[in-house]
């Protein structure tokens, strides 16, 4: 017997010899007075490998499988971040059990424990968790403040696993700011505002790369000219009855055509301001393409998709958001709104670590 299994699935390997073998091949367990502690996902991996025999107080072996049932029934949710760390241990990877926020501390390939500062912060969650934005924005600002990469290992319901690179972005172009000598003449219709004179077209369209440029008319999404009412850049009038429409029924109306009009208006308003163009992202699935500069002359950097604080969703849709977005060469982005307007911006990419 090499180890003994203490009553919370943790080990011990007293014998002086076989501790320093342990700890030598991948630095586990911890020394200490008593000889080499094992946590519970180093005593399964070890035993797991052949590389650990186990035993408990009355000196009976205490085979792999029975090892890891009693570190499952001590510790729950053990199973899914034991995939995490066995698959980290086999990529070739140091790997300790860290205290909060993230479950693991990772060295960088060929790292000297308590000499090389850890690379990563990792934390895994099963494929049928939610998606816990607040959650995962708490984990990306403390790794930032810890000078971490955040990686979150996902593993889906055939025990695959994959991992997402998670940080806090500032997304930022280089368009100049919308400038207008006077406020431009806007036709209202069902779901869009209709610009037909030439100068305000090509200043709006060419210029500043608002809208889609129709024949001789430029039309602008309701986000479009409800960022330009605020910037008093626009008025507009109903189209049937040439009659002023106030923002505040521009407002009711865009609202009862996108219900989620509120964070998607302030997700564009930051992006502007931002020297960003932005465009429709529908046919990608989100909410809004940003370009750095022109669509002319740049390709969009960004996919964005706008919720609110406290959103919380399926990991599945991130995953096929986050493809879709690394399919097309662009960083898929999420923007959190609180209740006052405020934007924060989260990316995330999918990674082989």
Excluded: C
Aim: hydrophobic share 40%; aromatic share 10%; net charge positive.
């Amino acid at each position: 017997m090499s180890g003994l299994v203490r009553p919370d699935a943790t080990v011990l390997v007293r014998d002086p010899g076989e501790a320093g073998t342990v700890y030598g091949r991948g630095y586990f367990g911890t020394t200490g007075p008593d000889g080499l502690a094992l946590d519970r996902f180093e005593a399964v991996y070890l035993a797991e490998m052949a590389r650990l025999e186990v035993g408990d107080a009355a000196g009976r072996p205490v085979a792999w499988p029975e090892l890891f049932r009693r570190a499952g029934r001590t510790d729950p949710g053990f199973g899914v971040r034991y995939l995490v760390y066995r698959d980290l241990r086999q990529r070739g990877y140091v790997v300790r059990a860290s205290p909060p926020p993230a479950s693991f501390a990772v060295l960088p390939r060929g790292g000297v424990l308590h000499k090389t500062p850890a690379r990563f912060w990792v934390e895994p969650f099963s494929e049928r968790a939610p998606f816990d934005l607040a959650r995962i924005f708490d984990l990306a600002e403390r790794a930032q403040s810890a000078k971490k990469a955040l990686l979150l290992g996902v593993v889906d319901e055939e025990s695959d696993l994959t991992y997402y690179r998670v940080r806090r972005p500032h997304p930022s172009g280089a368009l100049a700011a919308p400038s207008l000598p006077a406020p431009v003449d806007g036709l209202l219709t069902e779901d869009r505002v209709v610009v037909f004179d030439p100068a305000a077209t090509e200043a709006l369209g060419r210029g500043l790369a608002f809208g889609s440029r129709i024949g001789d008319r430029l039309e602008l999404s309701l986000l479009e000219a409800g960022y330009l009412i605020g910037r008093g850049q626009i008025v507009l009038r109903d189209a049937r009855s040439r009659r002023a429409v106030p923002a505040e029924r521009f407002e009711r109306r865009a609202r009862r055509l996108d219900p989620h009009y509120a964070e998607r208006l302030a997700t564009y308003r930051v992006l502007r301001e931002r020297a960003l163009v932005v465009k429709t992202g529908f046919k990608y699935g989100a909410h809004f393409r940003a370009y750095p500069r022109s669509p002319e002359s740049a390709h969009a950097r960004y996919l964005v998709q706008a919720v609110p604080d406290g959103h919380t969703g399926a990991w599945p849709e991130v995953a096929g958001a986050v493809r879709v977005a690394q399919g097309v060469r662009k960083e898929y982005l999420l923007a959190s709104v609180a209740p006052d307007g405020t934007v924060r911006f989260l990316s995330l990419e999918r990674i082989r670590p």
